[in-house]
């Protein structure tokens, strides 16, 4: 075996995905404790303390207890290199997951004991079974008062549409957690809560075992059973291959919080989950072993190190491998570069790296010229990626700075988290950047932008909401703007790359449009990077 497909065959690239408050930055600080990667999880909601989860960098999730924005972390755990993509919870950074997604092998869904499926799982969950790659479900927080793991299950199934096989079972929740039993070694594992270290106490019974008396007692031993045999009788059987083609979710219980069923979890996942798998591009599809060097452009931050008013673009390595100052060609730029400061990340914490493989992530400077869906490759070996969409904003609005002085640092602002994707931006027709009209999916993301501007960029601002609902790019280039016959709620706008739209308060407007000005062709979506 070659070191290139002895490397590329440790890689396991995965994204962590729940709906807000489950736990799922919880998980992802103990993942990183058994990885040795960190000594001591910080608490996510640890506002009276200055702990505070490593995937939660930027100072607003810090003062808020929420995560918005994907982190890229990366640790190693026994023979495997592990990425983690850990994206916002709150549903109005959605499309921020999307794309997070998109560089993922697998995902993780993180579901809270109490409360099953709720309204943000069912959108990630769609956005994965779109992509067709494998889910494994961590049922959370099964130290508090649960459902009953039966109606769980059942829940995940009706809601979500696919199969369960859980893994484990759980003995008990809330205070009568004693601990897991893992089906397949038919032995159960006790524990105890640890304060968040990485050394839990643990014992690994097997179901005769007489020292079991000491942990369970006998009605939840004959409940433990029963369950079993239930499972073993109507349960859907574990089937590699309905997994890694997302039609069945391989489901453990356990609590992030305090340990219990974490390691395991992870154990069984890296068995269960693949190394990066072949990507389509626009000549066909791209072996990650065969291939030479390419990868993807996914995320974009801006300030990460406020001392350095940085700027990072994160890339997705898809195949062949990467080396510090080896000549790449960026095909939307269409353009021979060096990949500068290239790094891999532990949140905010850094590390230049010589070398890099396929399903590893990386951050590399950007000046300026990335944007998200960009493909980068070998100059002797150039091709696209599929594009990554962009979602339709839903809430706008008109956005100036206070002090006319500070005009520079405001366009400068805007541009910067416009490219992140975290917001999309929009001027007057021919008109310069003195205002700008703002488009979000979410209004959560006006609050971020009205913070990181003023923390930032040192640019407060003045916000005021627009009626409009709905956004359509004109299809038809040799269109004048001016000259269509529009409602008068209508808006005549363009977006950054200089492509005209227009936005609309109803569905009603949309239609006097198309009625009165024959031929136009209005679009959902505008220009994609890729193919």
Same mark, same amino acid.
């Given at each position: 075996?070659?070191?290139?497909?002895?490397?590329?065959?440790?890689?396991?690239?995965?994204?962590?995905?729940? %709906?807000?408050?489950?736990?799922?930055?919880?998980?992802?600080?103990?993942?990183?404790?058994?990885?040795?990667?960190?000594?001591?999880?910080?608490?996510?909601?640890? +506002?009276?303390?200055?702990?505070?989860?490593?995937?939660?960098?930027?100072?607003?999730?810090?003062?808020?207890?929420?995560?918005?924005?994907?982190?890229?972390?990366?640790?190693?755990?026994?023979?495997?290199?592990?990425?983690?993509?850990?994206?916002?919870?709150?549903? #109005?950074?959605?499309?921020?997951?999307?794309?997070?997604?998109?560089?993922?092998?697998?995902?993780?869904?993180?579901? #809270?004991?109490? +409360?099953?499926?709720?309204?943000?799982?069912? /959108?990630?969950?769609?956005?994965?079974?779109?992509?067709?790659?494998?889910?494994?479900?961590?049922?959370?927080?099964?130290?508090?008062?649960?459902?009953?793991?039966?109606?769980?299950?059942?829940?995940?199934?009706?809601?979500?549409?696919?199969?369960?096989?859980?893994?484990?079972?759980?003995?008990?929740?809330?205070?009568?957690?004693?601990?897991?039993?893992?089906?397949? /070694?038919?032995?159960?594992?006790?524990?105890?809560?640890?304060?968040?270290?990485?050394?839990?106490?643990?014992?690994?019974?097997?179901?005769?075992?007489?020292?079991?008396?000491?942990?369970?007692?006998?009605?939840?031993?004959?409940?433990?059973?029963?369950?079993?045999?239930?499972?073993?009788?109507?349960?859907?059987?574990?089937?590699?291959?309905?997994?890694?083609?997302?039609?069945?979710?391989?489901?453990?219980?356990?609590?992030?919080?305090?340990?219990?069923?974490?390691?395991?979890?992870?154990?069984?996942?890296?068995?269960?989950?693949?190394?990066?798998?072949?990507?389509?591009?626009?000549?066909?599809?791209? #072996?990650?072993?065969?291939?030479?060097?390419?990868?993807?452009?996914? +995320?974009?931050?801006?300030?990460?190190?406020?001392?350095?008013?940085?700027?990072?673009?994160?890339?997705?390595?898809?195949?062949?491998?990467?080396?510090?100052?080896?000549?790449?060609?960026?095909?939307?730029?269409?353009?021979?570069?060096?990949?500068?400061?290239?790094?891999?990340?532990?949140?905010?914490?850094?590390?230049?790296?010589?070398?890099?493989?396929?399903?590893?992530?990386?951050?590399?400077?950007?000046?300026?010229?990335?944007?998200?869906?960009?493909?980068?490759?070998?100059?002797?070996?150039?091709?696209?990626?599929?594009?990554?969409?962009?979602?339709?904003?839903?809430?706008?609005?008109?956005?100036?700075?206070?002090?006319?002085?500070?005009?520079?640092?405001?366009?400068?602002?805007?541009?910067?988290?416009?490219?992140?994707?975290?917001?999309?931006?929009?001027?007057?027709?021919?008109?310069?950047?003195?205002?700008?009209?703002?488009?979000?999916?979410?209004?959560?993301?006006? #609050?971020?932008?009205?913070?990181?501007?003023?923390?930032?960029?040192?640019?407060?601002?003045?916000?005021?909401?627009?009626?409009?609902?709905?956004?359509?790019?004109?299809?038809?280039?040799?269109?004048?703007? /001016?000259?269509?016959?529009?409602?008068?709620?209508? /808006?005549?706008?363009?977006?950054?790359?200089?492509?005209?739209?227009?936005?609309?308060?109803?569905?009603?407007?949309?239609?006097?449009?198309?009625? %009165?000005?024959?031929?136009?062709?209005?679009?959902?979506?505008?220009?994609?990077?890729?193919?």
């Amino acid at each position: 075996m070659s070191e290139i497909q002895n490397e590329i065959k440790k890689r396991r690239t995965f994204a962590i995905i729940s %709906h807000p408050d489950a736990g799922k930055t919880t998980l992802t600080e103990k993942l990183l404790l058994y990885g040795g990667a960190i000594n001591l999880a910080g608490s996510v909601k640890g +506002k009276k303390t200055s702990k505070h989860a490593v995937s939660d960098w930027m100072e607003i999730e810090k003062q808020r207890g929420i995560s918005v924005t994907s982190s890229v972390l990366q640790f190693k755990y026994n023979d495997c290199c592990i990425n983690i993509l850990d994206t916002p919870g709150h549903q #109005d950074f959605s499309e921020d997951t999307y794309r997070t997604l998109m560089a993922a092998d697998s995902a993780v869904m993180v579901i #809270d004991a109490s +409360k099953g499926v709720e309204a943000q799982t069912i /959108k990630l969950f769609k956005v994965c079974l779109l992509r067709r790659i494998p889910i494994i479900t961590f049922i959370n927080k099964m130290d508090r008062d649960a459902k009953n793991p039966f109606e769980l299950l059942e829940d995940i199934e009706n809601v979500l549409g696919i199969n369960t096989c859980p893994i484990n079972w759980p003995v008990g929740s809330g205070k009568e957690f004693k601990g897991v039993y893992d089906r397949n /070694k038919k032995k159960l594992l006790m524990f105890t809560a640890n304060n968040g270290q990485k050394e839990v106490d643990s014992e690994t019974l097997s179901l005769d075992a007489p020292e079991l008396k000491e942990y369970i007692n006998q009605y939840q031993m004959q409940e433990l059973y029963d369950d079993i045999d239930l499972l073993e009788g109507a349960g859907d059987s574990f089937d590699l291959e309905a997994v890694r083609a997302g039609k069945l979710t391989p489901v453990f219980f356990g609590s992030a919080l305090t340990n219990f069923g974490v390691e395991p979890f992870l154990e069984k996942f890296l068995e269960i989950t693949t190394s990066p798998l072949p990507r389509e591009a626009d000549c066909g599809i791209i #072996d990650p072993v065969q291939s030479p060097f390419s990868a993807f452009v996914f +995320k974009i931050q801006a300030n990460m190190n406020k001392a350095h008013r940085d700027r990072i673009a994160f890339m997705r390595i898809c195949s062949g491998k990467f080396e510090k100052d080896m000549e790449v060609y960026h095909v939307q730029g269409e353009r021979k570069m060096h990949l500068s400061q290239p790094q891999q990340l532990m949140a905010q914490e850094r590390e230049i790296v010589d070398e890099a493989y396929a399903g590893d992530i990386i951050g590399v400077f950007d000046p300026g010229i990335f944007s998200i869906g960009d493909t980068i490759c070998t100059a002797n070996n150039k091709f696209k990626y599929r594009g990554i969409p962009t979602f339709a904003p839903e809430y706008f609005a008109l956005v100036r700075q206070k002090d006319t002085m500070k005009r520079k640092q405001f366009v400068k602002g805007t541009t910067q988290i416009a490219r992140e994707g975290a917001i999309q931006i929009f001027k007057e027709l021919d008109a310069g950047m003195e205002e700008v009209y703002v488009g979000v999916v979410g209004t959560l993301q006006f #609050d971020v932008l009205k913070y990181r501007l003023n923390n930032e960029y040192n640019v407060e601002i003045i916000m005021e909401s627009l009626p409009y609902k709905f956004i359509r790019w004109i299809g038809n280039k040799d269109i004048d703007p /001016k000259k269509l016959d529009l409602a008068s709620d209508t /808006k005549r706008i363009q977006d950054m790359n200089g492509n005209n739209l227009l936005f609309f308060t109803s569905y009603w407007s949309i239609d006097w449009a198309l009625e %009165h000005n024959k031929g136009l062709i209005l679009e959902e979506f505008g220009n994609s990077q890729g193919f």
